[in-house]
């Protein structure tokens, strides 16, 4: 539920990676015609759209600690860290509308599925793609046991997801040849770039016990739940109307990056194993990872049965690079919570723990805990027809075949600068008016942010 658009530059790298078109001036309108922010339309806010997006503004006393102590450690404070300027700390952009998540589906589907031209199939697997040729005709899809097919008179669209996409183009015979015919698959199309390219964001999360009993863990107790539950089935208001990931920031690593490449998001609260383990005690944390990694991985086929989950292996921290920027993530995150600001709550840390000091200890912390913050993209990347690894053309064209697009995170030339949600669905958006062949829309020399100098890191 975190709305997080990236940085302008991640676009204009797109545009430089052959993704002509997709810099930032072609799709910074897109991220507006999707959105209705609830502070109004701007330069760079949308007023009108489908996708409603909220400001935090919890006057919970963690979250305004946790931004003063960043400003005390010399970051500066952003109005709107999607718009003029990332870098710095603030308050978040929410997909929360009414104290409600307000999914792609509140927002595009519910809307039109009585039109007499869509229908949604719900508790289906597509199987594979079905071809004449190289031309692509329809789907085939596994619905209560049974094969079923849909044909389609014009394209086939495949917005699976970045782990999903390239499965189905390598089911269907669109991959590597030599993998692919390993697995008795006919090959359509001979595409090594399909299931590489793999990028995600990884995060770890530095805990602090809270000396005083305001965090969310008095509301996990089972009586508390059934109250927070009851308030928020009645009025859609209390500590159910919100994601409680209220407050974060973007900042550069170290002197001469240009712009930030480490994220944070702010929690009052604790979460062991992705939330699978309740808290423990009362405590506050930030996560905190790198937005560019440089570890790039892959995924494959495990067999011809489209049930069997693809073979991922995302090679996290197999960089130098990457090793290094968690530990100054690991660094940057203490100093933050040192602060003066925090002074009144700081309890002992929690984790890494005030055992881990050396940078020899810190990587074992990061390698040890590092989660994923579930971001794939890129398998299927957006490119020029002449670079070998590219899986569709600039207009979503799947190279090689016709009358087949992708349209999700897995065509991102390379990842971006946030969360993956926003960018998304402006991707969407943009595919939208490029497959009903109207111009795309363009704004350009909207002022982006740049530090005055790269000298320093703050």
């Not at 006393?61 to 404070?77: D, K, R, S, T, V």
């Not at 007499?116 to 209560?144: C, D, H, M, W």
């Not at 992708?406 to 949600?421: C, E, F, K, T």
């Amino acid at each position: 539920m975190v709305y997080v658009r990236g940085h302008a530059e991640d676009y204009d790298r797109w545009h430089r990676q052959g993704a002509e078109g997709w810099d930032y001036a072609h799709c910074l309108p897109y991220f507006r015609k999707a959105q209705s922010h609830e502070l109004g339309a701007s330069r760079y806010r949308g007023g009108q759209g489908p996708l409603h997006v909220s400001r935090g503004k919890t006057n919970h006393p963690l979250h305004q600690a946790f931004l003063q102590a960043a400003q005390q450690a010399g970051y500066p404070f952003t109005e709107d860290m999607n718009g003029f300027q990332q870098e710095g700390f603030g308050w978040m952009d929410r997909t929360i509308h009414k104290g409600k998540r307000w999914s792609t589906a509140c927002a595009y589907l519910h809307p039109v599925l009585s039109r007499p031209n869509l229908r949604a199939e719900t508790q289906t697997l597509v199987s594979r793609v079905l071809f004449e040729g190289t031309r692509a005709v329809g789907v085939e899809y596994i619905k209560n046991g049974q094969r079923c097919r849909a044909y389609a008179s014009k394209e086939v669209i495949l917005s699976a997801g970045a782990i999903n996409s390239p499965q189905l183009l390598m089911l269907s015979g669109i991959g590597n040849a030599d993998d692919l015919k390993k697995l008795g698959i006919p090959v359509v199309c001979h595409l090594p770039g399909v299931g590489q390219n793999l990028q995600d964001h990884l995060e770890i999360y530095v805990q602090q016990a809270c000396t005083r009993p305001i965090t969310l863990h008095s509301a996990q107790k089972p009586l508390r739940k059934v109250c927070v539950g009851l308030e928020w089935l009645w009025k859609f208001t209390g500590d159910g109307a919100t994601a409680h990931l209220e407050t974060g920031g973007f900042i550069r690593s170290q002197p001469g990056v240009p712009h930030p490449d480490i994220q944070f998001h702010f929690l009052p609260s604790q979460v062991i194993d992705h939330g699978r383990v309740p808290t423990q005690q009362e405590a506050y944390q930030a996560h905190v990872g790198t937005m560019r990694g440089t570890s790039v991985g892959w995924l494959k086929l495990r067999s011809a049965n489209p049930q069997d989950h693809p073979v991922i292996q995302p090679n996290y921290l197999s960089t130098e690079t990457d090793i290094k920027d968690f530990r100054l993530c690991v660094k940057l995150a203490r100093e933050i919570f040192a602060q003066e600001a925090l002074a009144p709550f700081r309890g002992k840390e929690l984790q890494p723990g005030s055992h881990v000091h050396s940078d020899k200890e810190i990587d074992a912390f990061v390698r040890a805990k590092a989660e994923s913050a579930y971001h794939p993209s890129s398998t299927c990347k957006m490119g020029q027809p002449s670079d070998p690894t590219a899986v569709v053309d600039p207009q979503t064209r799947v190279l090689g075949v016709e009358s087949l697009r992708v349209v999700d995170a897995s065509i991102m030339p390379s990842m971006v600068s946030g969360n993956l949600n926003a960018p998304t669905i402006m991707i969407a958006e943009k595919a939208a008016d490029i497959i009903k062949g109207q111009p795309t829309l363009w704004d350009r020399d909207v002022p982006v942010y740049k530090p005055k100098t790269l000298s320093t890191q703050r």
